[in-house]
């Protein structure tokens, strides 16, 4: 069935329009008495089409109820700037594991150095591939792509999260078996194709940020963030 994010939906004025209307009537050349899903704030409603008109899309409401697909937990990657063409995977692919937004991060390691500005101008591009991976993922909303951070500042956002942790192999980190699993939010930081310098990590640890490893093979960044993100669904339950 077709899903359609739209915060603004009311249940009680059941209508769409705008690039849905666009969507509905001329690229799916749907009909009145099919049905579709409506996504708004986390809650599926699923609707039957009563009329397309020039100007709207107008529904009626069968029935609604929260998202089943949406994690219980809330988790926040801060991934350090990787390769536009990974970038892109791994929005598309955490999106599906039911990340709850990406924040990429400029690091000392990173081959890709665009400056903010570049990376600003990338963002609706970005933000597309989101929406496309929430939709076929059959998300209850779209993840949020933020704007490009400096590690100073993504580390004070990570405080903000209940389990803040990053991806690193070197000594002193802890096993991700040993991560809280009973914990409401997550941060969680990984580095690019170059990882991080110590002073980095240290950074990070001095805002409260725990290092995590996840054995001793080394991953490639695009691979890193996938698999702890697999890893911590599993835990909190939400790969069962």
Sequence with gaps: M???????????????????????GFALRMRPQ????VCSCGRDYECEIAEITQEAVFLR??????CCAEPTVSVTLFQALPKAD????IIQKSIELGVTEIVPVLTGRCISRMSAGDFQKKLPRFQKIAQAAAQQSGRGIIPVIAPLHTLEQAAKRMQ?????LVLYEAEGGISFSAVNA???SYSLCVGSEGGFDPEEIRLLQAHGVQPVWLGRRILRCETAPLTALSVLMYLTGNLN
């Design 86 to 89: 990974k970038l892109e995977m």
């Design 2 to 24: 077709p899903r359609f994010f739209e915060d603004s939906f009311s249940p009680e004025h059941p209508v769409l329009t705008g690039e849905h209307l666009r969507h509905i």
């Design 61 to 66: 409401v069968l029935s609604s109820a929260l």
């Design 160 to 164: 903000d999260a209940e389990v803040p």
């Design 34 to 37: 099919e049905r579709l899903t």
């Design 182 to 184: 009973h914990a409401g």
